[in-house]
Every structure is written in structure tokens, then in C-alpha cells.
């Protein structure tokens, strides 16, 4: 029987990690555009579009990431006939889980914009999506950037539940480990630090973007 | 001088023409909650002419001033700012809006801007403006409303009375047809009244248009053509200053002045 020495556990949890990483971008890559959209449709004059972006978010914030990823895996072949890989149901429960969060976060951060912005830029003469670019967002991501950052880092531990439809990534991996070498401290230790790792730059990060956005 | 400066004939010829520049008619507006807040307005303003909107609190003084640039929509009646239709919602408002300038109570500078780009984003971006273009403008017009040397600042770094300035400077950016004020010194500390009061009045020696919600006696005594009072939702007198504050008629109009005046 094969050796777990430290430095075989540590190369096992670091290649699962590859799927952590992996899934925590296509989560923030395809929640971030769709989001985008879901946040525009909030605010928009449209009733139609305000009210189905509030369903959407209502009910990816209603109902638990786990059940989405159920629900593309399995719920969708049941409908459809159609096997969907476990990438693509992962992708598309990620995404959707993500995009209402952030959807719901970005509709907050523009609507705290003051509305004088607004009508101050509509005097002068913008139209609305001049006003939106130009006066508004600008203002809204310095309000954004810590619940989405703080968010993103749910997302990228959320991503542990994908090993429910078959990912082996970093969760997954480390307590597959643990069955063989019962070295629990050590080897969720070592996974807990590497979730540190990636975790830990992106606050980082969000601090000094706040703080070179903040006005003088 | 410059054509940034307001037609410095203006006031002298609007005199004796007396081009209409604003005129809105019979001005109706109910807000959502039923509330009738305008009840059939009409004003004529003429090139060069300064009017100042006075009335009691809530008596409509606001959002009538911002139906003249669309900002605030009516159901009936109709407004045209210099032979132009302008209603809120309407499709090519933003080419009348850039005709009208406004100042507003809390300033509403861009925070996330410097005083600059606060006065060259309009211009650069919907007069086509180069930036240097517009930094040049920019910069004569806070060189007259006496801020040039805090252009690299931000907003927030400047007291309530230099940030309505700037305020001004950017609304007098876009060359608008007239100015509407609604209310510009109430939000400001009592010491930086007069320094905001000095530029709208040398504006309106440059002959601008000007529409000025304001309860600045003072003020509107000294540059204002004609005073007039709306309470209620409308319009209940329409004079000189000197008719308005020596020789009221109206019940409503004496007991506000006696309340202004004490
Ligand atoms: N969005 C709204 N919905 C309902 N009523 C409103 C709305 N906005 C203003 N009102 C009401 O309309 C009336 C007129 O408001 P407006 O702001 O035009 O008055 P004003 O003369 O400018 O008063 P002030 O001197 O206090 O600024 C007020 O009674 C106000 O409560
Ligand atoms: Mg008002």
C-alpha cells in the first residue's frame, strides 16, 4: 500500500484545488455577466423586467445551492432526456446562485446612489444609459466592492457542494484522503490553509481597491 | 468677449422685444398619490428676464420649476423652452434639457470627480468639446465665480457655498437658453449665502434667463424683473418687486410676507 507521505497529500489536495479554482471562475465570470443583467433589470422603469428579475433572485436566494446543483444535474435529464455533464450542470447552477446574489447586491449599490446624481446628470442633459455609465456606476461600485468581494469568498467555499455531483475537488479531495490516512488534523489542516490562500488575496485586494476608489 | 458669456445684450434687447423664451400653459400635475399639486399654471418668462418663484412650503414652488427641463412630468397643459415642446418621458428630451440649466438646493456635484471634469463631462461628451476645449471653458467660468484654483479638488473638500458655485459653473457649461435655480442658498450656512447671491446676480447683469425659487428678500427685490407667488398650486400673482413687497393685494400673499419679512 502506497505511502501518504505530507508531500503526496499536499500535491493530491493542490491538484483537487485545480476544480475549486476552476468552478469559483465560472461562478464569478458567468454570476458577474448575468448578474450585470439581472441588477439593470431590477432598476429598470419596466415592470415587466423588474418583476421577473425579482423572481430570479428570489428564488436563487430562496432555495439552497445544493438543491440548485440537484436540480441541474438531475432535474434537468428528467425533463429533457438530455445528460447534462457535471461542468455544465455545475456551471449553470453556479452561475445561477451567483448571478442573484450579485444581482441583488449591485441593485442595492446603485439604488444608494443618491437620486439628486440622477437628476443632476439628466439636467445637464444624459440620457439614461450616460447616466447609468458616467454618474451612476461609477458610484456604485465603491458601494459594491466589499458585499461583492465578501460574497465572492462564499461562492468560492460554496464550491465544496459540487462534489455532490461528482467533482473531486478540494473538500472532496481532502476527505477521500482522510478515509485512507485517518490524518484528519493534518489533512484538513492543509485544506483549510489552501482555502486561506485563495481567499485571503481577494480581501485583501477588495481593501486597497476601496480605498483608492474613496473620494478625497 | 468670449461667447461664453451670455448674450451681454440680452437683457437690454429682451426689454424691448420681449421674445418668450418659457412659456408654459396651464400646467397640470397630480402626483401617484392623488395629490393635485399643480393646478393649471401658466407663465411667460422672456429673454433676459429674471422671475423669482416664491409661495409657502409645499405650495408646488419645486416641481413646477422642474417641469420647465422634464424633470418632473405633468398630465396636462404644456411647456416649450424657446418654441420647443419639453414633457418628462418624452422621446430627444435630453437636446432641450441641454438648453436649460439647473442649480439645486443640495448642489449635486459628482463626488467621484474633480471640480474640473465636473464641468467639462457635459460639454466634452454632448457638445463635442475637445477636452482642451472644454477645460478652457471650464476654467473661465471658475475663474468668474472666483474657484479657479480649486479645480484638481473634489467636491467634498469644498464648503457648501463653493460647491453651489461650482454648481453654477457646470450648469453654465452646457451654454443653456436659461437657468433655473430651485432654492440654491437654503441648504447653505447663513456666511456663504452671499457669495453664492453675488453670482447669480452678476449672471443676471449678463443678461442670462434665469427662473430662481428663492426666499432671499434681498435678492429678489434688487435683480428680479417680476415676482411671482404660487400657493397651493397656483398661481396667485404675477408683479414687480416693488408691487409685490410694498403694495400686496392678496390675503395669501400679505400673510406670507408678514411670516418672511417679520
Ligand atoms: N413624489 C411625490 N408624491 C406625492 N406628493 C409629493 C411628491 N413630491 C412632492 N409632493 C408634495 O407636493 C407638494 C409640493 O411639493 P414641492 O416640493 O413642489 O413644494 P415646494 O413649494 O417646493 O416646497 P418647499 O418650499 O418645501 O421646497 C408638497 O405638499 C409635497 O408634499
Ligand atoms: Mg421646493
Same mark, same amino acid.
Given at each position: ?45 419596466? !415592470? ?17 445551492? *445544493? ?14 432526456? =438530455? ?11 453556479? +452561475? ?36 447609468? !455609465? ?20 462564499? /461562492?468560492?467555499?460554496? +464550491? ?25 488534523? *493534518? ?6 490553509? =489552501?482555502?486561506? #490562500? ?19 | ?37 399643480? &393646478?393649471?399654471?401658466? *407663465? ?22 422642474? +417641469? ?62 475637445? &477636452? ?15 474657484? #479657479?484654483?480649486?479645480?484638481? &479638488? ?22 443653456? !437658453? ?8 437654503? #441648504? ?10 453675488? /453670482? ?16 432671499? /428678500? ?11 407667488? *404660487? ?32
Amino acid at each position: 500500500m502506497d505511502e501518504f507521505t505530507l508531500s503526496r497529500i499536499f500535491i493530491n489536495l493542490v491538484i483537487a484545488t485545480r476544480w475549486t479554482i476552476i468552478l469559483s471562475l465560472i461562478a464569478f465570470v458567468g454570476g458577474g455577466l448575468v448578474g450585470a443583467l439581472i441588477a439593470l433589470m431590477r432598476i429598470s422603469s419596466n !415592470k415587466l423586467l423588474s418583476r421577473i428579475s425579482w423572481l430570479y433572485i428570489e428564488f436563487f436566494q430562496g432555495t439552497p445551492l *445544493l438543491l440548485q446543483l440537484f436540480l441541474a444535474f438531475f432535474g434537468f435529464s428528467v425533463v429533457t432526456g =438530455i445528460n447534462l455533464s457535471p461542468l455544465v450542470a455545475a456551471a449553470i447552477a453556479l +452561475t445561477a446562485y451567483t448571478s442573484a446574489f450579485l444581482g441583488d447586491i449591485w441593485r442595492g449599490s446603485i439604488q444608494a446612489v443618491p437620486r439628486g446624481q440622477w437628476q443632476a446628470a439628466s439636467a445637464i442633459g444624459f440620457g439614461y444609459f450616460d447616466q447609468l !455609465k458616467l454618474i451612476i456606476l461609477p458610484q456604485a461600485v465603491r458601494l459594491a466592492i466589499a458585499p461583492t468581494v465578501g460574497f465572492l469568498v462564499q /461562492v468560492i467555499k460554496g +464550491t465544496s457542494l459540487a462534489s455532490i455531483i461528482g467533482f473531486t475537488e478540494l473538500s472532496r479531495a481532502a476527505s477521500l484522503i482522510n478515509n485512507v490516512t485517518l490524518q484528519s488534523l *493534518l489533512i484538513f489542516g492543509l485544506a483549510g490553509l =489552501i482555502y486561506f #490562500a485563495l481567499c485571503y488575496p481577494l480581501s485583501t485586494w477588495s481593501q486597497r481597491l476601496e480605498k483608492k476608489l474613496a473620494y478625497k | 468677449m468670449t461667447s461664453l458669456q451670455p448674450d451681454l445684450n440680452g437683457a437690454s434687447t429682451a426689454t424691448l422685444e420681449k421674445s418668450p423664451i418659457i412659456v408654459a400653459k396651464n400646467v397640470e400635475k397630480t402626483y401617484d398619490n392623488g395629490f393635485n399639486v399643480l &393646478k393649471g399654471v401658466s *407663465l411667460t418668462v422672456n429673454k433676459g428676464e429674471v422671475v423669482v418663484l416664491m409661495g409657502p412650503s409645499g405650495s408646488g414652488k419645486s416641481t413646477f420649476i422642474r +417641469t420647465f427641463n422634464g424633470l418632473e412630468p405633468y398630465q396636462k397643459g404644456s411647456i416649450e423652452i424657446d418654441g420647443t415642446p419639453i414633457s418628462h418621458g418624452k422621446k430627444g428630451i435630453e437636446l432641450v434639457r441641454r438648453e436649460v440649466g439647473m442649480v439645486f438646493q443640495q448642489f449635486n456635484l459628482f463626488p467621484h470627480l474633480t471640480i474640473l471634469k465636473n464641468i467639462t463631462i457635459g460639454p466634452i461628451k454632448l457638445r463635442g468639446l475637445s &477636452k482642451a476645449e472644454a477645460e478652457q471653458v471650464a476654467m473661465e467660468l471658475l475663474e468668474r465665480v472666483g474657484i #479657479a484654483h480649486q479645480a484638481e &479638488k473634489y467636491p467634498g473638500q469644498l464648503s457648501g457655498g463653493q460647491q453651489q458655485r461650482v454648481a453654477i459653473a457646470r450648469a453654465l457649461a452646457m451654454k443653456p !437658453k436659461v437657468m433655473l435655480f430651485d432654492e440654491p442658498t437654503s #441648504a447653505l450656512d447663513p456666511e456663504m449665502v452671499r457669495e453664492v447671491l453675488d /453670482v447669480m446676480r452678476s449672471l443676471a447683469e449678463s443678461g442670462m434667463t434665469m427662473v430662481c425659487v428663492t426666499h432671499e /428678500v434681498g435678492f429678489a427685490r434688487e435683480v428680479a424683473d417680476r415676482i411671482i407667488f *404660487l400657493t397651493e398650486g397656483s398661481l396667485i400673482a404675477d408683479t414687480t418687486p416693488d408691487q409685490f413687497f410694498n403694495n400686496p393685494k392678496e390675503e395669501r400673499l400679505k400673510t406670507f410676507l408678514s411670516q418672511i419679512l417679520h
